[in-house]
């Protein structure tokens, strides 16, 4: 559906893409995942031929993706970060106004318009002007603005960004159905749960460059974390953290303002051996708990910090 | 199309700071013309204008030449009274002449202020002495021409006291209230520049989100441009008939002629806005800044500031008056209104449709395959 090969875009001196290969298949919802800054926008904008990019090439639908490409535009839908919806007119005319830049028949454009509203949840909305609708609704008007078409390939930049978590359940929810529906999906994003979530296929991205590509559990699959086991309220000396470091199994330990986090590699009885050790010192501890590895994890190992930094 | 064409003239109709400048703006101005001018000269024969002539030493036949000029106006446009130097400046210090007329063998004009007044014994000196130059070069260059010179010169007096006979004349004000006309045409430009920028998208997300369309780049470039000429026109409409209707100041009568100038006058400001607006490197602060550069500057040199700047232009560079849109859209209303020139006013009107299809087209090649540095 869409091939990027060797994408380079660069402001100045500053690499924004970096030799950017992508490979997308029809019906997947395809996830870039990266912290702000990574690229992820940047491709996008490459992608629909509206930024300029120093090197390489984009196929959409097997064709080269070019400004004037007004077949292939024709099957796309973009949900932009930035709500880009008509302030003067209401939430049906805006609908409406987007849906005719691609379908010219009206009867069509009519049930198009009313499936979009009523499926991003707006119909008792219709009449109302944007500046009167909550940031978690606006959110959705700009959502049905670019799917109201029904394209085959939905790009979708961060369009959870600053929503309730009402709406953006009822965004993921949507995103799911519609991809049940056919629709091949590219969702961006740097909240790694609703990637995880929703998306079939990731790719992690970081200063441009694609870090790892594969589903979530191939991605999970190629760190050493196993598990990750957080211990609150335990007051620890050095030695004993030294001690805890040389338990089987475990490859990292942090211990901060009475939290003590061990990450250990795949293997059984983890818990069992760590609540041993500290039982045996008789050290008291709080609350224990213990979690598979996560993008997260995925990222920090791949790339030495956290996702949300 | 037609979809496009309605939301886009709701967009504009609804956008109360929008129409405030385009539609109101330009009305309330009027109305503070028409107070500042007062109501009471409005549409009146002009007063013939009082002028002290001084005949200098010597007897040179420019000086009988310039002294028989004045004297074919005097009683139409202007009154002489032949004085002595001093007298006369004491009437001109008095107000009791307009300006004084040198009458030697190099004809001049001193004047103690500036205006309307001021501006017609300028013009008359200048017609004068433009005439008395093709004269002279005729008889230099081309002296067996010298009677068909000599004719064209009739015709055109002929003209103007066929003119004056009509009662076609000019009241000074009226003057204003084209330049008013044609600020309040030209002022479209801001609405296309505007639009232009809703379309790029680098400027604006409305902008990026239109650009990943599948609707032609010509065909969103048509329909901003039929959309937001049609709510100029109306505006410009609007404000000419408050003027000839409410303020009763009369444009000439030329109801066709003052359509076909308008509708002209708000196709050039659109497309040039559109031309502005296309510009993608400049942001939308700049563009604006280069609507008010091409709104003012024209303006200024078509004389709709200092009344006598487009007759200089005439005399040393008469093309710039020929592509500047606000000194043809200015010509045309005089050529409408009081020289009655219809030949001269279709050819202004060309001009300006020219202009508007070229600013389109090359709008249409900057923006058909763009792709933004950032967005």
Redesign the interface.
């Known amino acids: 559906m869409v091939t990027i090969t060797n994408l380079v875009k660069r402001y100045g001196s500053l690499v924004a893409l970096d030799h950017l290969n992508l490979e997308i298949e029809e019906g997947e919802i395809y996830g870039l995942l990266g912290p702000n800054g990574s690229g992820k926008t940047t491709a996008i904008n490459c992608m629909l031929a509206i930024l300029k990019y120093d090197k390489g090439g984009i196929r959409i639908m097997g064709e080269e993706m070019r400004p004037d490409s007004y077949e292939v535009k024709k099957n796309i839908g973009v949900v932009m970060q930035n709500v880009a919806v008509f302030e003067q007119m209401s939430v049906w005319e805006n609908v409406d106004y987007f849906c005719g830049l691609y379908v010219t028949d009206k009867k069509r454009r009519r049930e198009l318009v009313e499936e979009a509203v009523r499926f991003v949840g707006l119909e008792d909305y219709r009449k109302m002007r944007p500046k009167k609708l909550s940031g978690g609704l606006l959110r959705r008007l700009n959502i049905a603005c670019g799917i109201a078409h029904k394209p085959k390939l939905i790009i979708m930049d961060e369009p959870t960004v600053a929503v309730d978590p009402q709406s953006r359940n009822k965004i993921l929810e949507g995103i799911l159905e519609l991809n049940r529906q056919g629709t091949t999906i590219i969702y961006t994003s740097h909240y790694m749960e609703e990637v995880e979530q929703i998306c079939t296929k990731i790719s992690i991205m970081d200063h441009g460059r694609v870090l790892a590509s594969g589903t979530k559990e191939e991605l999970k699959g190629m760190i050493k974390t196993g598990e990750t086991i957080t211990i609150e309220a335990v007051v620890l000396d050095e030695e004993q953290i030294a001690e805890i470091r040389e338990l089987p199994h475990v490859f990292q330990v942090t211990y901060e303002e009475q939290v003590l986090k061990i990450r250990l590699s795949g293997a059984k009885h983890n818990l069992v051996r760590i609540l041993h050790y500290l039982e045996e010192r008789e050290i008291s501890f709080g609350r224990v708990f213990s979690e598979l590895p996560t993008l997260n994890d995925v990222f920090l190992e791949i790339t030495g910090k956290e996702l949300r930094d | 199309m037609l979809?496009?064409m309605k939301?886009q003239f709701?967009?504009i109709v609804?956008?109360w700071s929008t129409m405030f400048w385009a539609l109101f703006f330009p009305i309330i101005l009027g109305g503070f013309f028409y107070i500042s001018f007062g109501s009471g000269n409005m549409g009146e024969d002009m007063e013939v204008l009082k002028t002290a002539v001084v005949e200098e030493e010597g007897e040179t036949l420019e000086k009988t030449v310039f002294l028989s000029f004045l004297e074919e106006l005097d009683g139409d446009m202007i009154e002489i009274e032949v004085m002595e130097e001093e007298e006369a400046l004491r009437a001109l210090n008095a107000d009791e002449a307009e300006g004084i007329f040198y009458a030697g063998r190099e004809p001049g004009l001193t004047v103690a202020k500036s205006g309307m007044e001021q501006s017609i014994l300028k013009t008359l000196l200048d017609t004068y002495q433009k005439n008395a130059e093709m004269i002279k070069t005729v008889v230099k260059e081309h002296p067996e021409k010298i009677e068909a010179a000599t004719l064209a010169l009739e015709d055109w007096k002929e003209t103007t006291e066929e003119l004056s006979v009509g009662g076609r004349t000019l009241d000074p004000n009226i003057s204003y209230f084209f330049a008013l006309i044609a600020y309040a045409a030209l002022s479209g430009m801001y609405l296309g520049i505007k639009e232009c920028c809703q379309s790029q998208?680098n400027l604006?997300?409305?902008g990026?989100?239109?650009?990943?369309?599948?609707?032609?780049?010509l065909k969103l470039i048509l329909n901003s441009f039929l959309i937001l000429t049609a709510i100029q026109f109306f505006n410009v409409m609007v404000l000419t008939g408050i003027v000839q209707f409410v303020f009763h100041i009369d444009l000439g009568g030329n109801a066709g002629g003052i359509l076909l100038i308008n509708l002209l006058g708000s196709m050039i400001s659109i497309s040039l806005g559109i031309l502005i607006g296309s510009i993608s490197k400049l942001s939308l602060g700049m563009k604006m800044g280069f609507g008010t550069l091409f709104t003012l500057f024209p303006g200024f040199l078509a004389g709709l500031m200092f009344g006598n700047m487009k007759n200089l232009i005439e005399q040393h560079c008469p093309v710039i008056n020929r592509i500047n849109p606000a000194a043809v859209l200015s010509d045309s209303y005089y050529c409408m209104a009081v020289y009655n020139d219809t030949a001269r006013m279709n050819r202004n009107l060309l001009i300006l449709a020219a202009m508007c299809v070229l600013c389109m087209l090359i709008s249409f090649l900057v923006i058909?395959?763009?792709?933004?540095?950032?967005?």
């Open positions: 979809h496009l939301y709701l967009q609804r956008e998208a604006s997300a409305l990026a989100r239109k650009s990943i369309t599948p609707t032609h780049k058909r395959r763009e792709r933004y540095d950032s967005i």
